[in-house]
């Protein structure tokens, strides 16, 4: 599974412009958090056990490459964390995730009612 696919190139070059990463970085950080996804316990068992366990549903949208979810704030920081992102990375990551997010849902056919975030952070994890 390639974590790149549910990207928009322009949108990774955007957000690390905003947040003063290098693309490079970005990119790098985007690796990693889907690594570290993958590896515990694997993306689909991930969102299954949070879809399970957590007290709101977090997926938001399924595609072809990728689950779009809507977490709480904590589960990015833990994220973040776990993997040793910058603050300028975690930002940049968590842009190109809101923009991604966006864009993918405003594509859809159903895009007249597009699901409400309430307070979660979107997180786009490759399928």
Known sequence: MDPFAPFEPR????????H????????GALRRLHEHAAATPGIDELVMEWRRF?????????????????????????????????????????????RQTERT???????????TFDERAPLVLAR
């Open 54 to 98: 957590l007290p709101y549903d977090v997926l938001v949208a399924r595609t072809d490459d990728a689950y779009l979810l809507a977490v709480a704030d904590n589960i990015w920081t833990e994220f973040g964390s776990q993997i040793g992102l910058t603050d300028a990375e975690l930002a940049a990551l968590r842009t190109l995730h809101e």
């Open 20 to 27: 003063e990463c290098t693309t490079a970085e970005l990119r």
């Open 11 to 18: 949108l990774v070059e955007a957000a690390a412009a905003d």
């Open 105 to 115: 849902l405003s594509a859809r056919d159903d895009a007249d009612s597009p699901p």
